[in-house]
Each structure stands twice: as structure tokens, then as C-alpha cells.
């Protein structure tokens, strides 16, 4: 599977599927498959194209069908990435559904694949508010790093209802 490593073009292939809140220094050309965009940013060296893939699996669900394939193609550093963002989205879904439903995304529930693999809590436990916390731990140990990742989780989710409440006002003013 062929791997782009040019932020610039993920940043594109990220905004054509919907996920806008991060800027690229430039134009990018070049098509990027749905397999190829999720293994590209799980094994990106730019922590915050690996966050985007939160953003990317809560606005586009349908993508749920593609991570265990790209999953068997990933080195185990990039496989323990995608494995702890899809199973974030899972539980931020979860946690943030209602307000995720006002802004239109009102998609059934992503998939667990992992959580019992993982000895994680259940996504609807307590509204996957237990299940991030473990995943933030049992992401820390598979990759340890100097910041809190269950707050990395959470800010991908602030930025994207960010993102979704400025495309609303547009329509808001027409209704208005």
C-alpha cells in the first residue's frame, strides 16, 4: 500500500472527505485512496494528521469498514496509532452523540472492534467516558509521549464542532 508522507496532500484528502480544521502550507495535487488516507496518517510523524483521523472516522463512518484491511498492511507502531484513534472516535461518538446530532451527524453508532481485544470498557458504558480514559492509558503505553492523550482526543472533537458550527451559520443566516 503506498504511503504519502507530503502533509499538504493529506491536508487535501482530509478536506475533500470533510475534515477542515487543519491548514496546509500550500496546493496539493494527487488522489488519495480511502485505505491510503487512513494508513498515511496512522503512520505519520505529524501528531496532528494522526489526530485527524478521529475527525476523519466521525464524519465518515462508511470508513469503519476499511481499518482492520489497512490495519494488516501497518508497521505495529502505525497499527497501535489507527487502533487507538478509531477506538477514540468510537468513544467520542459516544460521549458527544447529541451534540454530534445537531450539527447532522446523526450516524448509527461506529463499530467496536477493539475494545474486548484491549480490555477496554464497552463505548456505551457511562457514555464511553470510562472506555477514553482506558484508551488513553493503554495508548500511552503502546506509544509514550509528553502530553495527556485523552485531552488530544478531546480537543480533535472541539475542533471539529467547531468546524461543523461554522459550516451551520451560513444556513442559519438563509433561515433567519
Known amino acids: 500500500m503506498r504511503l504519502f508522507h507530503d502533509r499538504n496532500v493529506l491536508i487535501a484528502a482530509l478536506r475533500q472527505r470533510g475534515v477542515d480544521y487543519l491548514m496546509s502550507d500550500g496546493p496539493a495535487d494527487g488522489q488519495v485512496s480511502d485505505e491510503?488516507?487512513?494508513a498515511s496518517l496512522a503512520a505519520h510523524e505529524d501528531?496532528?494528521?494522526r489526530s485527524a483521523l478521529i475527525?476523519?472516522?466521525l464524519l465518515q463512518p462508511a470508513l469503519a469498514a476499511r481499518v482492520q484491511p489497512v490495519l494488516k498492511e501497518l508497521e505495529p507502531e502505525a497499527q497501535a496509532e489507527?487502533?487507538?484513534r478509531y477506538m477514540a472516535a468510537?468513544?467520542?461518538?459516544?460521549f458527544w452523540r447529541t451534540r454530534l446530532a445537531i450539527y447532522g451527524l446523526e450516524a448509527k453508532p461506529l463499530p467496536d472492534l477493539f475494545s474486548m481485544?484491549?480490555?477496554l470498557p464497552a463505548p456505551e458504558e457511562m457514555y464511553g467516558k470510562p472506555g477514553l480514559h482506558a484508551l488513553a492509558e493503554w495508548h500511552q503505553r503502546q506509544r509514550p509521549v509528553a502530553y495527556n492523550r485523552r485531552v488530544?482526543?478531546?480537543l480533535v472533537i472541539e475542533h471539529l464542532i467547531a468546524s461543523l458550527k461554522m459550516r451551520a451559520r451560513p444556513k442559519e443566516a438563509v433561515a433567519a
Open 82 to 84: 489507527l487502533t487507538a
Open 90 to 94: 468510537v468513544y467520542l461518538q459516544m
Open 152 to 154: 488530544e482526543y478531546e
Open 55 to 57: 475527525a476523519l472516522f
Open 36 to 38: 491510503e488516507l487512513i
Open 47 to 49: 501528531a496532528r494528521l
Open 117 to 119: 481485544q484491549l480490555g
